[in-house]
């Protein structure tokens, strides 16, 4: 007897790569947000190709990446490693920040500065940028729209999608049932590093770090932005 396509799926085992971007050009230290035209530096476009090696031989069936240019450019050779194009989808991009197109914590950019006092003024929100809460709903739409895309017009396959640092670290904290609100500082989630997320059905199973850039991630302090 065939199992009915609703019991197929309900047992189907989805693994999932939210990739963040390698390393932009920003001599300037902007904190560029949404903003167009910031590209990936040469070490940026390394890190891109450590990650195509990295998953040259996983069986990937689908990669998507928000619009802006670091993320596409990360995506480029993953795709190309496998046959495939790249699907846009802006559910995955950055989040929206206020102080975008400033250099944080100086200038007009710095917390000292008394126009910016209303933007800080509840971290747990947080009131300078995008709502966590919003960022997570957003994440988490793409990633059920990609799960079902693999299958219905992919052939099924691993999914890679490449987003920025603060929409990866948010989704992976609160599929961890972590509180939302933290110390950027210390984020997981590394230039170029995979949040590995694995779905039995319905169930998410596992979810693992790795990075494959770690040779290449700069030494002292990573580039302002995510």
């Given at each position: 007897?065939?199992?009915p396509?609703s019991a197929?799926?309900?047992l189907?085992r989805?693994?999932v790569h939210?990739?963040r971007?390698?390393?932009?050009?920003?001599?300037d230290g902007?904190?560029y947000?949404?903003?167009?035209?910031?590209h990936l530096s040469?070490?940026g476009?390394?890190?891109?190709d450590?990650v195509?090696e990295?998953?040259?031989?996983?069986?990937?069936?689908?990669v998507t990446?928000?619009?802006l240019?670091r993320?596409q450019?990360?995506a480029?050779?993953?795709?190309a490693?496998h046959?495939?194009g790249?699907?846009t989808?802006?559910?995955?991009i950055?989040a929206?920040?206020?102080?975008e197109?400033k250099t944080f914590?100086?200038?007009?950019?710095s917390?000292?500065?008394p126009?910016?006092?209303a933007l800080l003024?509840?971290p747990l929100r947080?009131?300078?940028g995008e709502?966590?809460?919003?960022i997570v709903?957003?994440?988490?739409a793409a990633?059920?729209?990609?799960?079902a895309a693999v299958?219905?017009?992919y052939d099924?396959?691993?999914?890679?999608?490449v987003?920025?640092?603060l929409?990866?670290?948010?989704?992976?904290?609160?599929?961890?049932?972590?509180?939302?609100?933290?110390?950027?500082?210390?984020?997981?989630c590394?230039?170029?590093s995979?949040?590995?997320?694995?779905?039995?059905?319905?169930?998410?199973e596992?979810?693992?770090?790795s990075?494959p850039?770690?040779?290449?991630?700069?030494g002292?302090?990573?580039?302002?932005?995510a």
């Amino acid at each position: 007897m065939s199992t009915p396509s609703s019991a197929r799926v309900s047992l189907r085992r989805d693994v999932v790569h939210l990739l963040r971007h390698g390393e932009v050009h920003n001599p300037d230290g902007i904190l560029y947000g949404r903003l167009a035209d910031f590209h990936l530096s040469d070490r940026g476009r390394a890190m891109a190709d450590l990650v195509a090696e990295h998953l040259a031989d996983a069986p990937i069936g689908m990669v998507t990446a928000s619009s802006l240019d670091r993320a596409q450019q990360t995506a480029a050779p993953i795709a190309a490693a496998h046959g495939l194009g790249v699907h846009t989808d802006d559910r995955v991009i950055e989040a929206g920040n206020h102080f975008e197109g400033k250099t944080f914590g100086r200038g007009a950019g710095s917390p000292a500065n008394p126009a910016n006092w209303a933007l800080l003024r509840n971290p747990l929100r947080p009131s300078w940028g995008e709502p966590y809460e919003q960022i997570v709903a957003r994440m988490l739409a793409a990633i059920r729209a990609a799960r079902a895309a693999v299958h219905e017009l992919y052939d099924g396959g691993e999914i890679v999608i490449v987003s920025h640092q603060l929409p990866i670290e948010t989704t992976r904290r609160f599929l961890e049932g972590q509180h939302l609100w933290h110390d950027p500082r210390r984020r997981q989630c590394t230039l170029a590093s995979l949040t590995t997320l694995t779905f039995h059905g319905d169930a998410l199973e596992s979810i693992a770090y790795s990075e494959p850039a770690a040779a290449l991630l700069p030494g002292a302090a990573q580039v302002p932005g995510a």
